[in-house]
């Protein structure tokens, strides 16, 4: 299982597993700002990359 979040400490989006989002969240000064964008089942970690590059390219504003 794959997920995609948000990180605003770095205004990224990143990908990984459980794990990697957890200790994102936890080696952050405000875990409560995170985002769980979504969780993809079995994914290939070269989608989840262009995934996450598109998103961060995008412009919000």
Known sequence: ????WY???VE??????LGSYR???SNSN?????TLLTKL???SESLLFKI???L???DYS
């Open 41 to 43: 089942p079995q994914v």
């Open 23 to 25: 200790k994102s969240r």
């Open 7 to 9: 990180n605003p400490e």
């Open 56 to 58: 961060n390219m995008a």
């Open 1 to 4: 299982m794959s997920f995609i």
């Open 30 to 34: 405000s875990p409560e700002r995170f």
């Open 12 to 17: 990224k989006y990143q990908f990984g597993d």
């Open 52 to 54: 996450t590059r598109r």
